[in-house]
């Protein structure tokens, strides 16, 4: 398959067209055309080079909606013209206990990254979504129900799945207090997700501008946190602290806000190591963990739960030729609250 999209030829660089060979279509490989792709902030790290050596050309992106427009001759899964999505992982061994228990994504071998790696074969390099066409083998991709618009529907095979995951693991109820530290392309979902099961929801935001989408996501209460001791008053308050912040920040202020065996969830990827004072989990038996992404079948019970609750991400579509613009923007935080790219455009 032939196709057209975008690629930074080297690190730092900006990303510019590029035409490039997908592989041939296996026996259990779904051909699709990629309707829309999100922009995550881990596509500016990693086309930056700034999570280690990184394989360039590379052509970005991880959160893919579009068609089947092929299938391969054993393909049980899909049929041409299902709507279909692709997440931050192509394929892993499929053997090991965490891949047979659907947790692919914590596969004990190392999943395979949609881009900025290599598949399975150890010399096919992977390249991203960040064009108008895809192959995946059909084990690895979700249904999207039809209802849900896909530009909405792309960042949720990433931004969306993240914080999915972790609700679900932790048993967020109408009866939880849930706390989402930061609101943009990962909080929000947060933030959506634990208000549509009923839960209490407050958003930590040192953005007072925020305010206003927060609550109108289904937030109960919003904490501007650059005001001084604003946290104070939250004390021992949260049965589950979602933590999507990528800056470095003292989490031992956050710990303290949670309630006896209550968890603090590390789900951003700050660029330096948290500082834990001990006697902050020991006060009330508390909890630091940390959640990447979901399996398949976890995802596409996501997509099923947005389906039954008109669920999608707040995105800017955006033209394949404004991408270097959208990457200064979302470093500024300045995107409500996740660029997606219109696969047409490339």
Request: with cysteine.
């Amino acid at each position: 398959m032939k196709v057209r999209g975008l690629a930074a030829l080297e690190a730092k660089s900006q990303l510019v067209a590029h035409e490039f060979t997908r592989r041939d279509l296996g026996s259990h490989d779904v051909g699709l055309s990629i309707s829309f792709a999100g922009i995550c902030h881990s596509d500016i790290h990693q086309a930056r080079e700034e999570w280690g050596p990184a394989i360039f050309p590379m052509v970005p992106g991880h959160e893919i909606a579009g068609i089947v427009t092929s299938i391969g001759s054993s393909v049980t899964k899909f049929k041409v013209g299902d709507r279909i999505g692709v997440g931050v992982f192509i394929d892993s061994c499929r053997t090991c206990a965490n891949c047979t228990s659907g947790l692919q994504q914590y596969c004990l071998e190392g999943m395979t990254g949609t881009y900025n790696t290599l598949e399975r074969d150890g010399k096919t390099v992977a390249y991203g979504g960040y064009s108008n066409g895809f192959v995946i083998n059909e084990d690895y991709a979700v249904h999207i129900p039809q209802n849900l618009a896909l530009e909405g529907v792309a960042p949720l095979l990433c931004a969306g799945i993240t914080l999915y995951s972790p609700i679900r693991k932790w048993g967020v109820t109408k009866d939880s207090k849930v706390a989402v530290m930061g609101l943009g392309g990962l909080g929000h979902m947060g933030v959506k997700f634990a208000a549509a099961l009923g839960a209490e929801v407050t958003v930590l935001s040192h953005s007072s501008a925020k305010k206003v989408d927060a609550l109108a996501m289904g937030a109960t209460h919003f904490v501007d946190t650059s005001s001084p001791n604003a946290l104070d008053p939250l004390k021992k308050s949260f049965d589950l602290i979602l933590n999507t912040v990528s800056a470095p920040l003292d989490i031992n202020l956050y710990l303290n806000l949670l309630k006896l065996d209550a968890t603090l969830v590390v789900i951003g990827l700050p660029g330096e190591a948290y500082a834990v004072n001990p006697g902050t989990l020991l006060d009330g038996r508390r909890r630091l963990a940390g959640s990447m992404i979901g399996g398949i079948s976890e995802m596409q019970e996501m997509l099923d739960f947005c389906d039954e609750h008109s669920i999608v991400s707040d995105v800017e579509v955006i033209q394949a030729d404004y991408v270097n613009t959208a990457y200064e923007r979302t470093v500024a935080s300045d995107v409500k609250y996740r660029f997606v790219i219109d696969g047409t455009s490339f």
